[in-house]
């Protein structure tokens, strides 16, 4: 079975611009979660997905939003792209709610 | 508030030495702990976690890690390094009321020498 992936593998935007990134579950899980992981720190939780409703928000900006879809896959959007917003973008799968996590191997975004 | 410390950023070992990477907690509750492990450019694996009952867990490619009530902490150690073992490691603890949202630690690089 396939695991979680996630599209694009790496992506450049400047300032000011928006970006939509992907993830798809393992085929069963109904839960999403986004991370955000900095260089050199660990990742930090942004939003979890179950059954289509959010679960769970971290301290990110609205400029940050996600949403699930009928599939379980989910979008992660960010307007208004700073350059701290540079980071790995994590997705992770879990069975329910409270599951473990099964983690994507994350879309390398560079904000120029 | 929740929070994870690792407190060593890098270190290096021998390969067939032996292994303890560090982590102490702060959390209110029974925690719900794990250690993952990220390659260069990947996703992160998880090698095993502590929900609860016996306080010595064994995970995967041969690590186990205590949980230390007293101590809030979760160290992971293994018994004989491998080369292979060269990665960043990171502890968390899961905040099971919120979902399944985890708090991770800064990581522990580590490196193997020949």
């Known amino acids: 079975d396939a695991g979680v992936t996630q599209s694009p593998t790496h992506l450049i935007k400047t300032r000011g611009q928006h970006v939509t990134l992907r993830c798809s579950p393992i085929?069963?899980?109904?839960?999403v979660s986004w991370y955000q992981q900095v260089l050199g720190q660990g990742p930090q939780f942004i939003f979890q997905?179950?059954?289509?409703?959010?679960?769970g928000r971290g301290n990110f900006p609205d400029r940050f939003s996600a949403r699930q879809f009928p599939n379980y896959s989910s979008e992660l959007n960010v307007n208004a792209l700073l350059l701290g917003d540079s980071a790995l973008y994590l997705c992770?799968?879990?069975?329910?709610?409270?599951?473990?996590?099964?983690f994507g191997s994350g879309t390398q975004l560079s904000v120029l | 508030a929740q929070s994870v410390t690792q407190p060593d950023i890098h270190i290096t070992v021998s390969e067939g030495a032996s292994l303890e990477l560090r982590c102490n907690y702060s959390y209110g509750a029974t925690p719900y702990l794990f250690w993952y492990v990220q390659s260069p450019g990947q996703g992160l694996q998880l090698l095993l976690k502590?929900?609860?009952?016996?306080?010595l867990v064994q995970g995967i490619k041969g690590f186990e890690a205590e949980f230390k009530r007293s101590q809030s902490s979760f160290n992971l150690r293994k018994p004989s390094v491998h080369w292979s073992d060269a990665a960043e490691y990171f502890c968390a603890v899961g905040l099971m009321e919120y979902g399944n949202k985890l708090v991770f630690g800064a990581g522990t690089i580590l490196r193997v020498k020949s």
């Open positions: 502590y929900f609860s009952g016996d306080t």
């Open positions: 997905y179950y059954e289509k409703e959010e679960r």
């Open positions: 085929s069963g899980h109904k839960s």
């Open positions: 992770a799968s879990s069975s329910a709610a409270n599951e473990k996590l099964f």
